[in-house]
């Protein structure tokens, strides 16, 4: 059964760091490309940063500059190292593997990232 676990949110002040970590086991992490997303309540889910299998990585222009999506195959985790986070950054953050070829998706049940003073 193929699980991906979040961690590392909570709350912040503004200006704030925070790193979130997404565990995945039961498949191959490498063949899949890895993204964070957010949601915030009565919006549609919006991709924040994507890290290819072979280690491409795309952002959002809202985070572009102070977040970071890495991965390690070896530890089969993606992070996302959020850096002068501002209150509008406040959402549940969620975690994605993809394979387009083999058409597999799952999801993580997503951690509450807080931003405020």
């Known amino acids: 059964q193929v699980q991906l676990v979040e961690s590392g949110g909570g709350l912040v002040q503004p200006g704030g760091s925070l790193r979130l970590s997404c565990a995945t086991s039961g498949t191959i992490f490498s063949i899949y490309d890895m993204g964070w997303y957010r949601q915030v309540p009565g919006k549609q889910r919006e991709l924040v940063a994507r890290?290819?299998?072979?280690?491409?990585?795309n952002y959002a222009d809202s985070v572009k500059g102070r977040f970071t999506v890495s991965r390690d195959n070896a530890k089969n985790t993606v992070y996302l190292q959020m850096n002068s986070l501002q209150p509008e950054d406040t959402a549940v953050y969620y975690c994605?593997?993809?394979?387009?070829?083999?058409?597999?998706?799952?999801w993580g049940q997503g951690t509450q990232v807080t931003v405020s003073s």
């Open positions: 994605n593997a993809r394979n387009y070829i083999a058409s597999l998706n799952y």
């Open positions: 890290i290819t299998r072979g280690g491409t990585t």
